[in-house]
């Protein structure tokens, strides 16, 4: 891979809506959704309320566990950000890893990270 730049985004987020599991015509799972964030952050040494909602989208395997999902999750992702077309040059983040914040409220928690292979 040729990196010519750094491209990570990490963040804390609701899930706010849940595609269905859809696939390319070359047969690979593609799950899209949309995450709302809010947190409390210190800029220029003042407190601010930020919240943001941004679409993202797993592709491979990561799409399943992302499907599996549900709208009200709280999730902590890790991804890149890209445009999402030639033509839209809106954001997208795409995922590398998706975490599961909910453990201790109804029991199911889990880490899920996919490699990239090469």
Known sequence: MNETGFNELRLDARIAELLPLRRTPAGVPIAACGLA?????????????????????????????????????????????????????????HLSKIEFLEGTENGFQAQVQVQEKG
């Open 37 to 93: 964030h809010e947190s409390k952050q210190v800029e220029a040494g003042a407190p601010r309320d930020v919240s943001v909602e941004l679409q993202a989208v797993a592709v491979g395997e990561l799409a399943s566990v992302l499907a599996s999902a549900s709208p009200g999750m709280k999730i902590r992702v890790t991804g890149f950000l890209a445009a999402k077309s030639l033509r839209s040059r809106t954001p997208v983040l």
